[in-house]
């Protein structure tokens, strides 16, 4: 088993619902094991022009699927809650469930269907702050810095405002 780690977010209809479905779906996935979560976060939209506010969280994992096995099951689960596209014209959409894989142990991949660690992770605050609760002291396996001095150094975060309950 290997540890990732998953980024949830929604910003249209039951935001909490679909991010508490989509774990759901993650728990009941041979393969996985949900070890801990974040609390939910409500965040400004990013790169997208959009009054929709996000709900966000971040999932620490257990899994015995490999990278691409991973991303596999998480499109799935995407698809089975509703999900369409995720960009129009190079411009994010909103979207009912989005799952992003931020890390999985300290791999590096960049091929043109996978990019781990997420490419932006260290750019969005609505990532950032979630891992922050559950994981500081992980250290980006490319930037070789924790989550914590990330979040330091971040500029101009969105914002990221504590919104309720855990998974």
Known sequence: MVTAYLSLGSNQGDRIGYI?????????TDGINIVTTSSF???EPWGMDSDNLFV???MQINTTLNPEDLLTAIEFIEKTLGRVEKTKESN?????IDIDIIFYE?????TPKLEIPHPRFHERAFMIVPMLEIAQDFVHPIFNK????????????????LYGTRL
């Open 106 to 110: 300290n791999l590096i991949i960049n």
């Open 92 to 96: 994010y959409l909103d979207r009912c």
């Open 56 to 58: 966000n969280a971040v």
């Open 146 to 161: 924790s989550v914590l001095k990330i979040y330091d150094e971040l500029e101009n975060p969105e914002m990221v405002c």
């Open 20 to 28: 508490q479905q989509a774990a759901s779906l993650l728990k009941a």
């Open 41 to 43: 976060y409500e965040t």
